[in-house]
């Protein structure tokens, strides 16, 4: 069954804000301090206009900021040395810090609870006026260093997915009293410094968290959380509550899974979460309507988002751009998860397609989701309306989203055709007919056989460790490839289940 959609060329547009290169994710602080990661950083503000870097562990131990004393009796020595490292390197790349505050150092901390391969601890302060006076020294440093009206532009983020057990050992009384005396802390220095929560996993606890701030008079600038695809909105499975911890890892399901391959392991938890088949593709956009009407005036910031599956190819990409359509105007800004695969939560694995949450690979290889991010960017600010014509089941998978340059003149437009399950996807026989003056069209594609580098890399034996005329070629086979179409104003092309088609209009 053939879709089509029309586009005016020159008809009417709204604005279209990009929200999503507000922010972009990382692993973890130490990595900050590498010089490949701090390349690819820089390359992806360059092409794809992220403007602020969000990340785990800023005051794990392996950062040395709070270091334990080998003498009990000695207080522990404070060293914002490495931060500042980090700090530098944003701001000399023309990028600016989504301070996420995590997580509790060893010399701080009330447990020994660990989170990850880098081991950062996930338990309250054993002393809350030791926190609380620590955070007031870090927000005076930061002052003093880069400037009150700087460090004002920043966010300051309290923990990551705190209503996970594994990222908390706390129930939700816990966070609030942490978010409270962190917040205030921070504003005793400045209060202009902009501070927010919950940082929730699966848009959990806001209406209950601004309750909580409103009732006690906790400063509260914006409202962050996360969500992915795979989220079961229903799901409580190790989620700490009110009154309540969840639990750590079942050993028990960790034994069984040992011995499953990667499939299996990933349908037995899409059974266990009840979300097999079952989330409507829009379920982003659902969630995130209802997280909209429950913060009320204040920003809302989606501090983690990716496709939860299938990172190293097309498939991410055209998550990406349904995404990004659908949820127009609902959020202030969005942080994609993650700018790299360099990556330490299960420590740091070899091979340039691991299926990692990054855009780009070890190497820096762009990857499809990379490539549409900076078609994106170079695309306008102006939407343009596309229009469906007839009726048809492709409608559900094969969509448009059509952008206008104002100052270039150009249109480009993104056909997707994208099921977050792949449930009854199929080719689709795409026509696009334009209206209004055409002089040229430029067609290029990101599907199974285009912009498909992990292709390429198993065409060679899937080598572990490339060298470099391997990775040349990789990097090749990542390119967006336009082809001239010429002035044509009905473009029709096949779309494969999960592809991204742009087409460029001059």
């Keep these: 069954m053939s879709v089509e959609y029309r586009l005016d060329l020159a008809g009417e547009s709204r604005p279209y804000p990009h929200y999503w290169e507000f922010c972009v994710g990382s ?5 900050l301090l590498r010089e490949d990661v701090r390349q690819q950083i820089r390359k992806a503000h360059k092409e794809i206009g992220f403007q602020y870097l969000r990340f785990h562990g800023l005051f794990d131990d392996d950062m040395s900021v709070v270091i334990k004393p080998m003498m009990p009796w000695v207080k522990p020595e404070i060293s914002f040395y490495n931060i500042d490292c980090v700090f530098d390197f944003l701001l000399n790349t023309g990028m600016k810090p989504f301070v996420e505050l995590s997580f509790m150092p060893t010399a701080f901390a009330s447990g020994t609870q660990e989170l990850f391969y880098y081991k950062g601890n996930a338990t309250m302060p054993k002393d809350d006026g030791e926190w609380s006076g620590f955070i007031r020294d870090f927000a005076r440093h930061l002052t003093d260093r880069y400037g009150r ?24 009384e816990d966070y609030f009293h942490l978010y409270e005396i962190t917040a205030r802390a921070l504003k005793d220095v400045d209060p202009n410094l902009r501070v927010g929560g919950p940082a929730t ?42 009154g309540t911890k969840g639990e ?7 034994k069984l899974m040992a011995g499953m391959s990667p499939e299996e392991i990933q349908a037995l938890i899409a059974k266990a979460v009840g979300s ?23 920003p809302l910031y989606y501090t983690e988002w990716n496709g939860a599956r299938e990172f190293d190819t097309e498939y991410q990409a055209a998550v990406i751009v349904h995404t990004l359509a659908h949820n127009e105007g609902l959020v202030e800004g969005y942080s994609f998860w993650t700018v790299s695969d360099i990556f330490e939560e299960q420590g740091m694995k070899n091979g340039p397609f691991k299926n990692e949450f990054g855009i780009q690979t070890n190497e820096g290889i762009a990857k499809p989701s990379y490539r549409v991010f900076q078609a994106l960017h170079e695309a306008g600010d102006r939407r343009i309306e596309a229009v469906p014509q007839g009726e048809g089941e492709g409608y559900r998978t094969a969509e448009v989203l059509a952008l206008r340059n104002p100052e270039s003149g150009e249109t480009t437009v993104f056909v997707y055709n994208h099921d977050i399950d792949r449930r009854n996807i199929a080719p689709q026989e795409m026509t696009i007919r334009l209206s209004g003056p055409v002089k040229n069209v430029r067609k290029a594609v990101i599907d199974e056989n285009h912009t498909a580098p992990v292709k390429a890399w198993e065409r060679m034996g899937s080598p572990a460790y490339p060298n470099r005329e391997q990775l040349s070629q990789l990097h090749a086979a990542s390119e967006l490839v336009f082809e001239d179409l010429g002035a044509i104003s009905e473009i029709r092309f096949t779309a494969l289940p999960e592809s991204v088609t742009i087409l460029k209009v001059n």
């Design 248 to 254: 750590l890892f079942d050993e028990e399901a960790a």
């Design 149 to 172: 009206s700087e460090v004002e532009s920043w966010f300051f983020e309290v923990w990551n997915e705190p209503n996970l057990h594994f990222f908390f050992d706390g129930t939700q």
């Design 27 to 31: 692993c973890h602080a130490p990595t």
């Design 201 to 242: 996993s699966n848009n959990a606890w806001i209406p209950a968290f601004r309750d909580f701030c409103a009732r006690n008079g906790v400063p509260l600038d914006f409202i962050s959380t996360h969500h992915y695809p795979s989220d079961d909105p229903l799901s409580t499975a190790g989620m700490n509550g009110p």
């Design 276 to 298: 097999s088949g079952q989330n409507p593709r829009n379920i982003l956009e659902q969630l995130t309507r209802k997280v909209k009407s429950e913060v009320g005036e204040l």
